[in-house]
């Protein structure tokens, strides 16, 4: 199977994307076709054998609408996309502006010469008045209508191109209810010479042009508030600088034409152009942006640079890793831009109730209609009906509810750190109850560190610095664990023995000053006649707490041993009481042994410990939590932790967004920090309770609003709905619908 997305063009609504998917769907050899309507992508993945790129594109064309391959689409730099962005939102703008005004004057002329309750009527010129020279009151309300239809004009464009298409969207409502009242009225107009008192109340130019600007005003409001959902995509395209300096010349070249090798100055201040290795030059960098970590982060020789992280107060040099679509920048926003194109299952009832919404609506209105005709009612009274309830059950806000809110959701979560695969994974995420921790890099450092200097006739010093003398020629990594403790506590580690001798399973024996050194486990020290008695309980109970403890003797005699141990994080316990705060039930799995495991379990407060597991043995731990009705997220590296993250409804990778981890796990905290497994979880339910929040507004709106906009209260004596204030509630639902989703993305995780 293949997958592929393509730019869709030509949509307003979630009929228009349900059409594209049903259309879509319906190609042979198409196993899936997924379109985010706020995007404005499609994701389709289909059988080469079967169907090709031009037969999709085509079906797609036939629909009504635009396709083309995402990847032939020339992305626009940042700014030439907000400028157009803007460009189209200033034109929107001054179209709502003139339509609104235009239909201002038209309410004053039409609805100031019949105003209720006995009110005179708003002042008008003789010439104009609907008494003495009605033709001319009708003419000048078509004239002060045709301003706001042709500023509305791609409503009839657009709808009655998907019309007769046959898919019906929103488009096509408004514009079937508006072209309604507007013929009518012109016809009215016509016959006024012949009954003047008759057909002059039977004008509706003003339902006509007032729904269209209420239509509009939503719109406009909708498209504003949507660039504030893309907010986290832009924040991070933002990031890359357009230019780099090249070290060698000192010639400024546009970044894109960077190759891995190319070697770049980064000036204080500057954001690093690309992935690369620092050569040269000590700074802080800050990578909040990309990992959510507030701390700036110090580089040396040696260290890794992301692109798009700041250089705070040093000049580095970078030697360029990677570049283009391989860098972590890219891949994060290709990672975000994922999952808010792919949807949620609880999306998926809106789409199917979207894709026949449409046609249901026309027939109800065009049901209503008849039966008030039936009934005796005037053709203006069916009319009024007929238009009111196309206009009503635009479906815009039932389209959005979804989208909307793993956008702003995921965006959220990319900004403190906490990048989601997709809208999937977004909503399984709320309804884990056991999230299972692997032991080292996740509840520990996951690198060996000392814990414990227990020095024996002699000083901790003397001790320390015979240590690091014989520790430095070792590789193992217990010995460089000594070696790091050693420097910074600012011992020489240039010092070497004379002769050096690794003795397998039991440490090393070395000559320092001419002197014999013995370095290991009790065992090497007894077999070379050392008295290991004096710190054997020490040893006892270090190893107890899973600690690995390093004897010590000079010339036969005892100096004293140095423990060594992967130390938990100093956030891990806080974390796993918070995952205990929100009801979930914590899993410790390790494949070290039961005392070592036991003691990190204490220490953190896990529920269960499960230790003695090999790494091909965890995904079967998982499977025997699922099969007692769990919903389980695995939290690991995301490398020898592979199968367990796949067997597990979410897998979490903890990590600083390394290769392997960034494609296999549905999550991945980028700042390492265990907190961040609560705050995924947290978000996730924020997200899905805001999606059910605009599900409920949106099929509650329509359930309400099309009766009465079919007359049923009238049946009881009740009002009659005018399609003005069935545009103006419309519009105020889509507006509230994304104003809602917004409002997540100012939650605290």
């Not at 700041?310 to 972590?328: C, F, M, S």
């Not at 014999?516 to 050392?530: D, I, M, P, Y």
Request: charged share 20%; with cysteine; net charge negative.
């Amino acid at each position: 199977m293949r997958e592929e997305r393509y730019d869709i063009s030509g949509m307003h609504c979630a009929a228009c994307s349900a059409s594209v998917e049903r259309v879509t769907r319906k190609l042979p050899g198409v196993e899936r076709s997924e379109v985010n309507l706020t995007t404005g992508i499609m994701t389709i993945s289909y059988d080469e054998a079967q169907v090709t790129p031009e037969q999709i594109v085509a079906k797609v064309e036939k629909a009504g609408f635009g396709a083309v391959l995402h990847a032939e689409h020339k992305a626009p730099t940042v700014k030439d996309q907000q400028d157009a962005e803007a460009a189209e939102l200033r034109r929107k703008k001054q179209e709502l502006i003139a339509a609104a005004l235009f239909s201002l004057v038209l309410l004053y002329v039409s609805m100031g010469q019949m105003l209720p309750f006995g009110l005179p009527a708003l002042p008008l010129p003789d010439i104009f008045s609907m008494h003495t020279h009605p033709v001319n009151f009708a003419i000048l309300q078509l004239l002060l209508t045709i301003p706001v239809l042709y500023c509305g004009r791609h409503f009839f464009t657009s709808g009655f191109k998907a019309l007769f298409h046959r898919n019906p969207n929103m488009d096509s409502l408004v514009a079937i209810g508006s072209a309604c009242s507007f013929a009518y009225s012109v016809v009215m107009t016509f016959l006024i010479s012949d009954a003047p008192h008759t057909y002059v109340h039977n004008l509706y130019y003003e339902s006509a042009a007032v729904v269209l600007t209420l239509v509009s005003l939503g719109k406009f409001l909708e498209s504003r508030n949507m660039q504030k959902t893309k907010g986290a995509i832009t924040a991070l395209m933002q990031l890359a600088p357009d230019t780099a300096i090249l070290a060698d010349s000192g010639r400024e070249v546009p970044t894109k034409d960077l190759k891995p090798g190319d070697v770049v100055l980064v000036k204080p201040g500057a954001r690093v152009p690309a992935d690369g290795t620092v050569t040269q030059g000590e700074s802080s960098v800050n990578e909040a942006m990309l990992t959510g970590e507030s701390l700036p982060v110090e580089k040396a020789v040696g260290s890794e640079v992301i692109g798009g992280s700041v250089n705070l107060n040093g000049a580095l040099y970078v030697q360029v890793t990677r570049t283009g679509e391989d860098t972590t920048l890219a891949r994060i926003i290709r990672f975000v831009e994922d999952a808010q194109g792919r949807k949620a299952p609880i999306s998926k009832t809106a789409d199917k109730v979207a894709g026949v919404f449409v046609p249901v609506v026309m027939g109800i209105a065009l049901l209503a209609a008849v039966a008030w005709a039936v009934a005796g009612e005037p053709f203006s009274f069916v009319l009024r009906v007929f238009t009111s309830v196309l206009v009503i059950a635009c479906p815009c806000a039932l389209g959005l509810a979804t989208p909307t809110a793993i956008m702003v959701g995921t965006g959220l979560g990319a900004k403190h750190g906490i990048l989601i695969r997709s809208g999937e994974i977004l909503e399984i995420t709320h309804s884990v109850d056991t999230v299972v921790l692997d032991k080292t890099g996740t509840v520990t450092e996951g690198t060996p560190a000392v814990t414990e200097v227990r020095p024996h006739q002699c000083s901790e010093d003397d001790l320390l610095a015979t240590a690091a003398a014989v520790e430095a020629a070792s590789g193992h990594p217990l010995a460089a664990a000594i070696s790091a403790y050693a420097k910074e506590r600012g011992f020489d580690s240039s010092k070497r023995p004379e002769a050096f001798e690794n003795l397998s399973g039991r440490g090393l024996k070395a000559t320092l000053d001419g002197v014999t050194v013995l370095a290991g486990n009790r065992r090497l020290l007894e077999e070379q006649g050392v008295d290991t008695a004096p710190l054997q309980a020490d040893a006892a109970r270090l190893a107890g707490q899973g600690q690995t403890p390093m004897y010590f003797a000079r010339d036969g005699v005892l100096l004293g041993l140095i423990s060594v141990a992967d130390p938990v994080k100093e956030t891990s316990a806080a974390a796993i009481g918070k995952l205990k705060a929100q009801g979930i039930r914590t899993v410790l799995l390790t494949g070290d042994n039961r005392a070592a495991a036991d003691h990190i379990g204490a220490l953190v407060g896990v529920d269960q410990v499960i230790a003695e597991v090999l790494p091909e043995e965890k995904a079967g731990v998982i499977q025997d939590l699922q099969k007692q009705g769990r919903t389980v997220m695995m939290v690991g590296d995301g490398i020898n932790d592979a199968p367990a993250l796949t067997q597990a409804e979410v897998g979490c990778a903890i990590g600083s967004g390394s290769d392997i981890a960034i494609e296999s796990a549905d999550i991945v905290l980028m700042r390492s920090d265990l907190e961040d497994v609560s705050r995924a979880i947290r978000l996730s339910r924020l997200t899905l309770r805001d999606i059910k929040q605009n599900l409920f507004w949106a099929f509650c709106y329509n359930t309400i609003g099309i009766p009465i906009a079919a007359g049923v209260l009238y049946l009881f004596g009740g009002p009659l709905l005018s399609p003005m204030f069935a545009g103006a509630a419309m519009s105020l639902s889509s507006v509230c619908v994304v104003g809602n989703a917004l409002r997540l993305g100012r939650a605290k995780l």
